[in-house]
């Protein structure tokens, strides 16, 4: 399967603690995205990146978040000092040569701060 | 402010019968339109779009949408629904305040129940 892959699919973990996800997206897809969804709401932008370039950021994503993507390959998004609010769905989206006007998504990585 | 609304939160129709799932945008300057649909425990796959042209948009699976400018509408229809149809639809319009980076501004979503 060549779609976008994220890891870990589910995370729980306790208040306060650091978590690390990490999406690859399709090969030669130079536009990587991260969106945050709730429970019964859409997905919200958090972040963009154009090859290793982070050219946009969410004010929904505090200083307790960092995202990379060393290569204009993988991206990471990690979150420090998580609290109980940081709890949704994180999705990685691609997108390619064509254009930023078909993203690919991929599975998610539910994250449950406990 | 730009911003995408779903009015229903849920629409029930059917098996064989027309669908129709509302969308209705707010943003400056011409709007790019965009369908996914999300099934349980996957990410969000690409239904259709409108960028410019013909007001009628045909998509995957048979899903198309219409393109209404005056009511800034973009509602998804189907002639016939199937039971595997039952998913949640999500309407998203592209944040033309950030230039060419495709950031999309998501509605909150719409479960669609085909009923046998």
């Known amino acids: 399967d060549t779609g976008v892959s994220q890891d870990p699919r589910h995370k729980i973990t306790k208040r306060g603690q650091n978590v690390t996800f990490r999406c690859d997206p399709i090969s030669e897809h130079n536009r990587l995205y991260w969106y945050r969804q709730t429970l019964g709401q859409g997905p919200e932008f958090l972040t963009y990146f154009q090859n290793e370039a982070q050219l946009e950021k969410s004010r929904l994503l505090s200083d307790r978040f960092s995202a990379e993507r060393p290569k204009g390959s993988f991206s990471t998004l990690e979150i420090q000092r998580t609290e109980q609010g940081d709890s949704a769905m994180y999705l990685c989206a691609s997108s390619g040569p064509a254009g930023p006007d078909e993203q690919f998504f991929g599975p998610g990585t539910r994250l449950t701060v406990l | 402010a730009q911003s995408v609304a779903q009015p229903e939160d849920q629409v029930n129709v059917a098996e064989g019968n027309p669908l129709t799932v509302k969308c209705t945008y707010s943003v400056s300057g011409n709007p790019y339109l965009f369908w996914y649909v999300q099934y349980p425990n996957r990410g969000l796959q690409f239904l259709l779009k409108?960028?410019?042209?013909?007001?009628l948009v045909k998509g995957s699976y048979g899903f198309e949408a219409e393109f209404n400018k005056s009511q800034t509408s973009f509602h998804l229809k189907k002639p016939s629904a199937l039971v595997s149809d039952s998913a949640l639809y999500f309407c998203a319009v592209r944040d033309m305040r950030s230039g060419n980076t495709g950031k999309l501004i998501f509605g909150q979503g719409t479960t669609l129940q085909v009923k046998p």
């Open positions: 409108y960028i410019t042209g013909d007001n």
